[in-house]
């Protein structure tokens, strides 16, 4: 993997010795390289503040999946990427299409980030908070039942009484965010800080982090781009009600590797 922005000496020095010591390909970044890279800021007290990032990846023509999935059009780099941004985050804020179609399974403890994850406070590995009105949720499934960390549920007021029920007999936290069976989305990312979750990262789907950006929490965009092109008409990675202007992003850092880009973004 290559450094492309910020452009310092140690990118020159890193990206000389990529090439040094892996002329096959084989010299990928270790994770705490990666995890280096992708740390979250902290506040001015030098603990973590609440961040709210947003992992996705898109095609060179602006799909956010291809077959209902997006792993046709990821890669073994971008699952890393993956897998650090998760073992960073105290909570992964996920939409409840994403959990049906992906299968979502509970995120899960990985010995390489463990020390780290212990130094900064945090459990073995971040809760999964599922966004519904619906709860059309299977409880039965170990997402609920046998997470590390207690599974969130975030629903509206008027979500169904037995699905609450379910959820919460499956062993789910249900937490109200919203009126009527809409989650707000600033409702959301308060209510998960109020469970000490700052360190947060969503995972989409579209729908979700369109309304995240209309709600203007979005703090940071961790994009891959991917060198294919799909057409057909597949969502982009936001969707949704459209923002009164463009939001203007700031490019934080951007590695590549295998024509793939992976980029962050931040508000400025
Ligand atoms: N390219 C990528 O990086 C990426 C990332 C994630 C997902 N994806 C793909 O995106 C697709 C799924 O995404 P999607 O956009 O269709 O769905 P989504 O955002 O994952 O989930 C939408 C569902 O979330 C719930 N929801 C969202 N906002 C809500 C609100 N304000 N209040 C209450 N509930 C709310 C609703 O669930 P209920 O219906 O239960 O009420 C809604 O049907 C899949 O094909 C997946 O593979 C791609």
Do not use: K
């Amino acid at each position: 993997m290559r450094r492309l922005f910020p452009v310092t000496d140690e990118t020159a020095a890193g990206a000389a010795r990529q090439e040094g010591a892996a002329p096959d390909g084989a010299g990928e970044w270790s994770l705490a390289e990666l995890a280096a890279v992708y740390a979250y800021p902290a506040s001015g007290d030098g603990g973590p503040r609440t961040w709210l990032r947003a992992n996705m990846v898109s095609t060179l023509d602006g799909a956010a999946q291809h077959g209902g999935r997006s792993q046709p059009i990821s890669c073994a780099a971008d699952m890393r990427i993956f897998g650090t941004l998760r073992a960073l985050a105290d909570v992964v804020l996920v939409g409840a299409e994403t959990v049906r179609q992906e299968g979502y399974r509970p995120a899960r403890a990985r010995t390489e980030f463990a020390a780290a994850r212990e130094a900064a406070g945090q459990g073995p590995a971040p809760a999964v908070a599922v966004v519904s009105g619906s709860l059309d949720l299977d409880f039965s499934l170990p997402l609920y039942t046998s997470p590390l960390v207690p599974t969130v549920v975030l629903t509206g007021a008027d979500a169904p009484a037995d699905r609450v029920a379910a959820a919460e007999r499956a062993g789910a936290r249900v937490i109200v965010a919203g009126e009527g069976r809409r989650v707000d989305p600033r409702r959301a990312v308060e209510a998960l800080a109020g469970l000490g979750y700052v360190r947060q990262l969503t995972e989409g789907g579209p729908r979700l982090l369109g309304q995240l950006v209309a709600a203007g929490v979005l703090d940071e965009l961790c994009l891959t781009l991917s060198p294919m092109l799909t057409a057909g008409d597949a969502q982009r990675i936001a969707g949704g009600p459209g923002v009164s202007l463009p939001r203007r992003f700031a490019l934080a850092s951007l590695l590549e590797e295998d024509g793939f880009l992976f980029g962050r973004y931040r508000r400025p």
